[in-house]
């Protein structure tokens, strides 16, 4: 199972967006994808890690939606991937590449900027 992990917001707009997200990406997979929240909102992810295992995954991959190896990525979601490690001995857990470290960032960043320039 994906847990897509996101930071969270007070804006409930925010939130929904990581879930529809979520929705798309398992969609497309074919296979299920749980949001979890780093702060500011449930489920955290934490939260999304354990209800996963408790449907019966064996196996978890922490899907990180953050676009800068800042400490989110660096170290708060490998201690929490760590903890969930000690937490389920049984299950396997991964923690993926974050998207912003994606080569293909920049060919969207591309096209938004060649829409708006297009427009202007």
């Known amino acids: 199972m994906?847990?897509?992990?996101?930071?969270?917001?007070?804006?409930a707009e925010a939130n929904a967006a990581l879930e529809a997200l979520a929705a798309q990406v398992a969609a497309r997979l074919g296979s299920p994808v749980v949001p979890g929240f780093l702060e500011m909102t449930e489920?955290?992810?934490?939260?999304?890690?354990?209800?996963?295992?408790?449907?019966?995954?064996r196996?978890?991959?922490?899907?990180?939606?953050?676009?800068?190896?800042g400490m989110h990525v660096r170290r708060d979601l490998v201690e929490i991937v760590e903890a969930a490690?000690?937490?389920?001995?049984?299950?396997?857990?991964?923690?993926?590449?974050?998207?912003?470290?994606?080569?293909?960032?920049?060919?969207v960043l591309t096209s938004l900027a060649r829409s708006a320039l297009g427009s202007g």
């Open 43 to 57: 489920p955290t992810i934490p939260a999304a890690i354990d209800g996963a295992v408790a449907a019966g995954a």
């Open 85 to 107: 490690r000690a937490r389920h001995p049984g299950v396997t857990f991964e923690l993926s590449e974050f998207l912003g470290g994606r080569p293909e960032i920049a060919d």
């Open 59 to 69: 196996r978890v991959v922490v899907l990180p939606y953050f676009l800068h190896p």
């Open 2 to 11: 994906i847990v897509l992990a996101g930071h969270g917001s007070r804006s």
